[in-house]
């Protein structure tokens, strides 16, 4: 009999099976599946309720929804244009000349162009909260949709500032508590890194927080193309807001708009953000037959890195076991079930130093 501890949709669980040799997905379908004890604070969440349950027929009769709810009502139902048009918004490739080189000249220019097409990191979905079918009186029709899960904020700014190190203490294993942190928040600062993509907004996005954008304004219109920027921007500016002493004036501070807002980027960022959405895109963009059931080699270096980690994370989520990974990394792949692990395990386990504790791709699959 095999027991394993892991997590699905961010509830832990111990799942029995007398079978052995048997993929994660195995034993989801069909196991025996029980709750584990989990640890406080992670075992839940509290959401803002964006409008009401209309399972009650005395509400479907009584109550009249309000402007702000039926805007967040048509978010989750898919039906809002502005984020559905942003969903649908490709980026446009930036087209460069191409220029040939010898070994006996200078390179060369010629009459053929190269199109470069935009990548960003994404995250894995499973870090999404889930959403609440929730029973709704609209446009004369009552139906259900996912209501979507706004963490509810009880902190202006958090305090992981970047650049700063010492406001991160944080290691390997930690990443939960690091994520709710960010959960909390109104806004969380963020910024270019090294270059302007960093994997520092895909957490704060994916933790259901408002990223609170340094600079974005100054970014090439090649650049971060595939974040709402729009939206970003405009909360940014919400009047209140106060980078400088890193506080809201909740006097001044529009609750409304800030929700809209949130809730459209928390959606963009469901439908256009994660390692399968973005493998998608790569997909779409090199017109990849998928009519046709090839089998995939990956071959990449052995170096961890977010982008390569993240774009075997998307693949896999589409390809399944047609995708075959040449030398594939083992920290992103689950640990060995015959041991309990202490963080000097871990860190012999793991003889490569993962970049930002692994966080967003370590052990994200089966």
Known sequence: ?????????????????????????????????????????????????????????????????????????????????????????????????????????????????????????????????????????????????????????????????????????????????YRRIYSSVYYAITMMKGGWDCNRHYEILSSGTMPYFDDLENAGSFMLVHLPKTLLLEARAIIGVRRDHMKIDHRQFNLTQYRLLLHRVLYYTKYRLTTRKLAEYILKTIHYPRSINHSILLIAHQVPDYMKELMLHGFTQIFGSSLHVYNSPRYLYSYPKHKQWTFNNTKEYYAEELYGFGYGYALSLR
Request: proline share 7%; net charge negative; with cysteine.
């Open 1 to 177: 009999m095999d027991l394993i501890l892991g997590q699905v949709h961010n509830i832990p669980l111990i799942v029995a099976n007398g079978y052995s040799n048997t993929s994660w997905e195995d034993y989801l379908n069909g196991a025996n599946v029980v709750l584990a004890p989990c640890i406080e604070p992670h075992c839940e969440i509290e959401c803002m309720t964006l409008y009401p349950d209309f399972t009650s027929k005395q509400n479907l009769d009584t109550y009249s929804l309000s402007e702000e709810e039926r805007q967040h009502i048509s978010i989750d139902a898919g039906t809002d244009k502005l984020v559905n048009d942003m969903i649908n918004e490709y980026p446009v490739p930036k087209i460069c000349p191409y220029r040939a080189s010898d070994i006996t000249s200078e390179q060369q220019p010629t009459n053929t162009t190269v199109e470069y097409f935009p990548l960003a990191f994404g995250f894995n979905e499973h870090y999404l909260f889930n959403t609440n079918p929730t029973k709704v009186s609209f446009n004369r029709n009552v139906m259900y949709v996912n209501q979507m899960c706004l963490p509810k904020k009880s902190k202006d700014f958090s305090d992981l500032l970047p650049g700063r190190g010492e406001t991160y203490g944080f290691r390997f294993g930690e990443e939960l508590e």
